[in-house]
């Protein structure tokens, strides 16, 4: 019997063959696709997270400032005497944040309409409570902050991008 030297019609239709069924394997292109869109979604994923949270936060401060202004509208009572009126309207807006760090609250000053003070509350005044807090969204292992604004202080570096006001008349 005669060696083939790898020149006859069968090696020829075999190599035919097997470049054609190589040619068109798509073997490999999910996992090409797949590398490609992960680090898409998961900025996505975790963009859809700090939204959350950040959204949750301001709910939360709010809720809690509307509880302070309305402790600050019906204390009136407290005129003169020790606690004042704004004491317990920040002591009632940091109980009621309590999912939040109450030490990077902020409450800014109150403010009155008329002759009104913390200590000589006025019926029928208007009293502006107002309070932020801080947020950082920066997206780990990225120089990307979702909440980009600057000028935070103190202990907290960062800004505060959070921050609600509610206005109530003094009974």
Do not use: D, H, W
């Not at 935070?152 to 008349?169: E, F, M, N």
């Amino acid at each position: 019997m005669k060696l083939s030297n790898g020149y006859g019609i069968r090696p020829l239709l075999r190599r035919a063959r097997r470049a054609r069924s190589l040619a068109g394997r798509e073997e490999g292109n999910q996992l090409f696709e797949l590398a490609m869109v992960t680090p898409v979604l998961s900025m996505l994923l975790l963009g859809i997270l700090y939204g959350g949270i950040t959204f949750y936060n301001y709910v939360e401060l709010a809720n809690a400032v509307a509880i302070g202004a309305r402790t600050l509208a019906t204390s009136r009572a407290a005129n003169g005497s020790t606690p004042t009126a704004c004491s317990l309207e920040e002591t009632a807006l940091q109980n009621a944040a309590g999912n939040l760090t109450t030490s990077k609250i902020t409450i800014a000053a109150e403010t009155f309409t008329g002759s009104s003070t913390c200590s000589l509350l006025q019926p029928g005044a208007a009293g502006t409570v107002s309070a932020t807090y801080p947020c950082n969204l920066a997206i780990p292992f990225s120089n990307i902050n979702l909440c980009p604004v600057t000028g935070g202080t103190g202990s907290c570096p960062t800004a505060y991008c959070i921050s609600a006001t509610t206005t109530v008349y003094i009974q």
